[in-house]
């Protein structure tokens, strides 16, 4: 059964940091790609960060410069380090992933973490 933990979040001020982290089970995280995502009341959830099997990442528009997705083996962990965060990066983040080489589709989601941060 595929499980996705997430923790941290919380928060901070404009400016401050904050790190997320998510735990799967049932799977490597370096066998599939692992997205965060993330959404605010009467918008349409959007893709923030993502890793492939390979170790390559991309990210929103938004947040490059500011967020690195990583990912530790050993751990089965993956991580959402968020710098500089501005009050329009508050909204709950979700890690996701679909089991596959992409994270187009994900079927497999966190319940959710928020972020809050205040100007």
């Known amino acids: 059964r595929v499980r996705l933990m997430e923790s941290g979040g919380g928060s901070v001020q404009s400016g401050g940091s904050l790190r997320l982290s998510c735990t799967p089970s049932?799977?490597?995280?370096?066998?599939?790609?692992m997205g965060w995502f993330r959404q605010t009341p009467g918008k349409e959830r959007e893709g923030v960060a993502f890793?492939?099997?390979?170790?390559?990442?991309d990210y929103a528009d938004s947040v490059k410069g500011r967020f690195t997705i990583s990912r530790d083996t050993a751990k089965n962990t993956v991580t959402l380090e968020m710098n500089s965060l501005k009050s329009e990066d508050t909204a709950v983040y979700y890690c996701?992933?679909?089991?596959?080489?992409?994270?187009?589709?994900?079927?497999?989601w966190g319940r959710g973490t928020q972020v809050t941060v205040s100007s």
């Open positions: 996701a992933t679909g089991l596959s080489l992409t994270c187009d589709h994900p079927s497999f």
């Open positions: 890793i492939y099997r390979y170790g390559n990442t």
């Open positions: 049932g799977y490597p995280v370096s066998d599939y790609c």
